[in-house]
């Protein structure tokens, strides 16, 4: 169990292993400007063969399992495993990671990467959602929580519009 929520380590170790990820869901929407606190990282990710490799490397290094399932249950942390799943929800020594290979109401990753705003965070940079495909991303999920974070977005994308930001 991690004991502290430390994103800042997270960005760092996938910045050390050199992968290739957008952040995506809450901690994007609030470094876009969101008010709404969550406590794991989102992130979707290239699947690659050279960057599932080091994707499973930085995770290794954070000490990763699977959320929710018994101790019984391991995961060999591996391009391999990564290759052959697609979604995966971690806990780590640094808190609660997911990793998305394709986020519902996401474009695929190479178009995500595209319309990402990069942005520095500790010392790493960080490729962060566009508020449109955030928006679409929050729409698809569908739930309770995702349908009051559109309303939160739509209000930050007006913001952004308005100061010639998008």
Do not use: C
């Amino acid at each position: 169990m991690p004991q502290l929520f430390d994103p800042e380590r997270i960005f760092e170790t996938l910045r050390h292993h050199e992968v290739r990820y957008v952040l995506i869901g809450g901690w994007a929407a609030r470094l876009l400007g969101s008010p709404t606190v969550t406590v794991d990282i989102d992130i979707a990710y290239a699947r690659d063969p050279q960057n599932l490799e080091r994707l499973a490397q930085a995770l290794r290094e954070l000490g990763a399992s699977l959320r929710g399932v018994d101790g019984t249950l391991t995961l060999r942390l591996d391009a391999r495993t990564l290759a052959a799943g697609g979604n995966f929800t971690f806990t780590t020594d640094a808190g609660d990671l997911d990793i998305l290979a394709e986020p519902a109401g996401a474009p695929d990753y190479e178009a995500l990467e595209r319309t990402a705003q990069p942005m520095d965070r500790a010392g790493s940079r960080i490729l962060v959602a566009s508020i449109d495909d955030l928006i679409a991303m929050k729409r698809a999920a569908g739930r309770p929580k995702d349908r009051i974070e559109l309303e939160v977005l739509g209000a930050l994308r007006e913001e952004m519009e308005r100061a010639g930001e998008s």
